[in-house]
């Protein structure tokens, strides 16, 4: 029997997730799933999932994943998205690192949040790129926007499908639902640097663009890094 799933399923072991669990994003995040990152997976007791405290060694100066998991994270989520009867089933942040043709390493933090209807990652980049440039090569659909009175640019992104092969261990990969993408600049000036706030549904319906938004308005101020004006 085979079965087709656009994220992991609920109780999978955190290795498994991470290797299961993909997104693109217009390849401006890292697709990067660090195994060594922080996870922990609802409880017996149905509570809420929180962020794990890292071992990471980022450095101070650079936002962690455990940082941006906790942002998004928020009590008020599943509010935020629309599905206020649900709860974080999985959280967990990674701090990987995006290495470059001439051999430079640039951290690519990220936070994660399952719920039962909508997966969650918010990443960052020190991309010297302007955000107000971006819609440029983000595809036809890319539109810009503001957030918080920051240039912002939303965009849609396919994730990927994985097909179980639950007798024979076999995993096959093809087109899953749609990913619906802000990229936010970190200060109203568009001075470099942005955060990418990324929704998908586990049915494959497109994402609420409602959502999104309520949910980048709320989260964006409480991450590190991110200027107000």
Not at 42 to 63: F, L, N, T, Y
Not at 200 to 209: E, G, I, K, L
Request: hydrophobic share 40%; with cysteine.
């Amino acid at each position: 029997m085979t079965e087709a799933v656009p994220e992991p399923e609920k109780g999978w072991s955190p290795a498994s997730q991470a290797v299961a669990a993909v997104v693109v994003v217009g390849g401006l995040a890292a697709l990067v799933w660090a195994l060594g990152g922080s996870f922990l997976q609802q409880a017996e007791d149905r509570k809420p999932a929180v962020c794990e405290k890292s071992d990471s060694k980022q450095g101070a100066k650079h936002i962690s994943g455990v940082q941006l998991c906790t942002a998004l994270n928020r009590p008020d989520l599943p509010t935020l998205l629309g599905t206020p009867d649900e709860f974080a089933r999985t959280a967990y942040g990674s701090d990987a690192t995006i290495t470059s043709a001439d051999g430079s390493k640039t951290p690519a933090p990220e936070g994660n949040v399952d719920l039962d209807t909508y997966s969650l990652k918010l990443s960052v980049s020190d991309d010297d790129v302007p955000v107000s440039d971006m819609a440029a090569f983000l595809g036809g659909g890319a539109q810009t926007r503001t957030v918080l009175g920051h240039p912002a640019v939303l965009y849609s992104d396919r994730t990927i499908a994985l097909s179980l092969n639950l007798g024979g261990g076999k995993v096959d990969t093809g087109p899953g639902g749609i990913a619906r993408s802000l990229v936010v600049a970190r200060d109203a000036k568009d001075g470099g640097g942005f955060f990418e706030v990324s929704i998908w549904r586990q049915d494959d319906v497109t994402p609420d663009d409602a959502a999104l938004f309520r949910v980048a308005e709320e989260v964006l101020p409480e991450v590190p890094g991110w200027t107000a004006g």
